[in-house]
């Protein structure tokens, strides 16, 4: 069994039936200036019952492509919105 990649962060928007945006941070150290910097990636994820909402930090688990920018779907939720 491969081993699935999984991605950590919020969601930013509401991509459409069963879909959202979520943005994953990442902190990486700068190569000249040495100095903490923080990177962002957005990814969409398939929400199956259509249950997040804005704010809710989620896991997402890589899946076979849903549709042509969409490769992950929803694992857990960590928690929901303030």
Avoid: W
């Amino acid at each position: 069994m491969t081993h699935k990649r999984e991605v950590q962060g919020k969601v930013v928007k509401i991509s459409g039936d069963k879909t959202v945006s979520i943005v994953v941070e990442r902190r990486v150290m700068h190569p000249r200036y040495h100095k903490v910097v923080k990177r962002f990636k957005k990814y969409l994820v398939h929400d199956q019952d259509n249950s997040l909402n804005v704010g809710d930090e989620i896991v997402a688990i890589e899946c076979r492509p849903m549709s042509k920018t969409k490769s992950y779907k929803l694992k857990t939720l960590v928690t929901g919105a303030k």
